[in-house]
């Protein structure tokens, strides 16, 4: 989608901010990227409305180093057009003087047609790193072995991290309440058996808090941290509803993650990854409502993870 999808009133309040972004636009890029070598990246599944360029311009002047690019159904890159838009996406990107680190997928085979293009298409532009999908548990209706489950997945994990090394480029696997491995013990013994240099984890704190908020996060943290490839940044709270308890998302740094905590754990661990900032909770419509969430998150962040 391009800046032609725009209300008018949302293209003008961009275009004044990247007026203003502008002058100020190497300094702030700099300042994102920290002396570890951390580089802050904007998902990029929050600005569906933005071609590529104007997505690397709006990052950029949102004060970020880079882009977490979606690479899967109704992202910035489709699947099936990955090995022609993929290259595209990423010069248009960084001709804006962002990285793309890393790249979003819903790969849980190797064995899908559309696999080998992307991965390859993101290792020769440049791309380290990439997100898999999710593997879900079966409905508890069906009796299905639960065992079972974590090792199918384990076994597809298996055949995405050779195909990893086979395009030279690294797998995250991401903890996501709900699914296999949102609690990062079921997963890990998988994940173990998997070529270190290929394989490890995109460390999502905010659902391992609500996988594990009384202090098994805090384990899991531990756990991953020998082989962390990315960090994703978002919070959340526990809320009662007419409905009982679920979990809210919210802005960074007023939820129930500690963050100090995870930064100690990322910080000892020399993570010099990319960090993925999501903005899941609720927004007013329009670009410049969500330019304006992420460089409010961003700031709450570097408080943090700016070493």
């Known amino acids: 989608m391009t800046m032609d999808s725009m209300t008018r009133r949302e293209a003008l309040a961009l275009g004044v901010q990247v007026m203003a972004g502008a002058a100020i636009a190497g300094p702030v890029a700099a300042q994102t990227r920290t002396a570890s070598g951390l580089t802050f990246c904007l998902f990029s599944k929050h600005l569906p409305e933005l071609?590529?360029?104007?997505?690397?311009?709006?990052?950029?002047?949102?004060?970020?180093?880079g882009v977490d690019l979606t690479v899967r159904p109704q992202g910035h890159v489709l699947p099936e057009r990955a090995a022609d838009d993929l290259p595209r996406a990423i010069d248009a990107i960084t001709a804006h003087g962002v990285a793309v680190p890393m790249i979003t997928t819903e790969l849980t085979s190797a064995d899908a047609p559309t696999a080998r293009p992307i991965?390859?298409?993101?290792?020769?532009?440049?791309?380290?790193?990439?997100?898999?999908?999710?593997?879900?548990?079966?409905?508890?209706s069906t009796n299905t072995d639960v065992r079972a489950q974590v090792n199918a997945a384990g076994a597809a994990l298996a055949g995405l991290a050779a195909l990893a090394r086979d395009c030279n480029i690294e797998l995250g696997f991401?903890?996501?309440?709900?699914?296999?491995?949102?609690?990062?013990?079921?997963?890990?013994?998988?994940?173990?058996?998997?070529?270190?240099?290929?394989?490890?984890?995109?460390?999502?704190?905010?659902?391992?808090?609500?996988?594990?908020?009384?202090?098994?996060?805090?384990?899991?943290?531990?756990?991953?941290?020998?082989?962390l490839k990315m960090l994703a940044l978002k919070d959340c709270f526990w809320s009662k509803s007419p409905k009982g308890w679920v979990v809210e998302n919210c802005p960074l740094g007023e939820g129930m993650v500690d963050w100090s905590a995870v930064a100690a754990v990322v910080r000892n661990a020399r993570f010099s990854g990319p960090i993925s900032l999501h903005l899941e909770y609720t927004i007013p419509s329009g670009t410049a409502n969500t330019l304006a969430a992420a460089r409010r998150d961003l700031a709450a962040a570097k408080k943090y993870f700016d070493w």
């Open 119 to 140: 991965l390859q298409a993101a290792a020769k532009s440049g791309v380290r790193y990439f997100k898999t999908g999710y593997w879900r548990f079966a409905p508890s």
């Open 174 to 227: 991401h903890n996501h309440a709900a699914y296999i491995g949102a609690a990062l013990w079921d997963i890990a013994p998988s994940i173990d058996r998997l070529e270190p240099r290929w394989a490890g984890y995109y460390f999502d704190p905010r659902h391992a808090v609500a996988e594990g908020g009384a202090g098994a996060w805090k384990s899991a943290a531990e756990l991953v941290a020998p082989r």
């Open 51 to 65: 071609g590529w360029s104007d997505l690397g311009r709006a990052v950029k002047d949102a004060g970020f180093a």
